[in-house]
T-cell receptor, first 114, second 116 residues
Framework: GEDVEQSLFLSVREGDSSVINCTYTDSSSTYLYWYKQEPGAGLQLLTYIFSNMDMKQDQRLTVLLNKKDKHLSLRIADTQTGDSAIYFCAEILPSPAGRRALTFGSGTRLQVQP | GAVVSQHPSWVICKSGTSVKIECRSLDFQATTMFWYRQFPKQSLMLMATSNEGSKATYEQGVEKDKFLINHASLTLSTLTVTSAHPEDSSFYIC????????????FGPGTRLTVL
């Protein structure tokens, strides 16, 4: 089965880099995603990475994928107070029914201190 | 990016009543929409997958007679919580798949349901 795990909480100072980690158990994931959720709001897609990639950079965001260890990370450079939110990693698994729904990690609450 | 709306954004109802939540894709057609449930400080749990013109596929443990899903058009899916009870109080989020190259799902802003 699939299981996605994240640490629950991360606190950093404004201007520092934040690294949010995620581990997953099913190696057949095709796409892996990072979503951001602000209080009382829906989810915003931040970035994604295809399973045949090792790294993807998008402005302040860097995603690293280690397929051997089934480890995904999101690095936010120059973290700002507006980055304070909950970050979810998610994967899409192929399924016989073709459902292609997302399986989410538990979420990491990022707190940015001024 | 594509926009998904939900209505209402929050609702308070009495125990035993039914509540309908709408999910709309505003600027694209969504053959598949997903309904998630999120309890406070927890992750999103998939409830069901809604395909236009066919019956929804429910996840294990989700009562299909309690959570009625209708996907009547390519831009609208509805979730009806029937005979709501306080334990149904939760944050319900829908998403719609655009069918793009990387299967991106666009999420609605969520509906907070409180059952008294």
């Amino acid at each position: 089965g699939e299981d996605v795990e994240q640490s629950l909480f991360l606190s950093v100072r404004e201007g520092d880099s934040s690294v949010i980690n995620c581990t997953y158990t099913d190696s057949s994931s095709t796409y892996l995603y990072w979503y951001k959720q602000e209080p009382g709001a829906g989810l915003q897609l931040l970035t994604y990475i295809f399973s045949n990639m090792d790294m993807k950079q998008d402005q302040r965001l860097t995603v690293l994928l280690n397929k051997k260890d089934k480890h995904l990370s999101l690095r936010i450079a120059d973290t700002q107070t507006g980055d304070s939110a909950i970050y979810f990693c998610a994967e899409i698994l192929p399924s016989p029914a073709g459902r292609r729904a997302l399986t989410f990690g538990s979420g990491t609450r990022l707190q940015v201190q001024p | 990016g594509a926009v998904v709306s939900q209505h209402p954004s929050w609702v308070i109802c009495k125990s035993g009543t039914s509540v309908k939540i709408e999910c709309r894709s505003l600027d694209f057609q969504a053959t598949t929409m997903f309904w998630y449930r999120q309890f406070p400080k927890q992750s999103l749990m998939l409830m069901a997958t809604s395909n236009e013109g066919s019956k929804a596929t429910y996840e294990q443990g989700v009562e299909k007679d309690k959570f009625l899903i209708n996907h009547a058009s390519l831009t609208l899916s509805t979730l009806t919580v029937t005979s709501a009870h306080p334990e149904d109080s939760s944050f319900y989020i829908c998403s719609a798949r655009s069918g793009g190259a990387y299967n991106e799902q666009f999420f609605g802003p969520g509906t907070r349901l409180t059952v008294l």
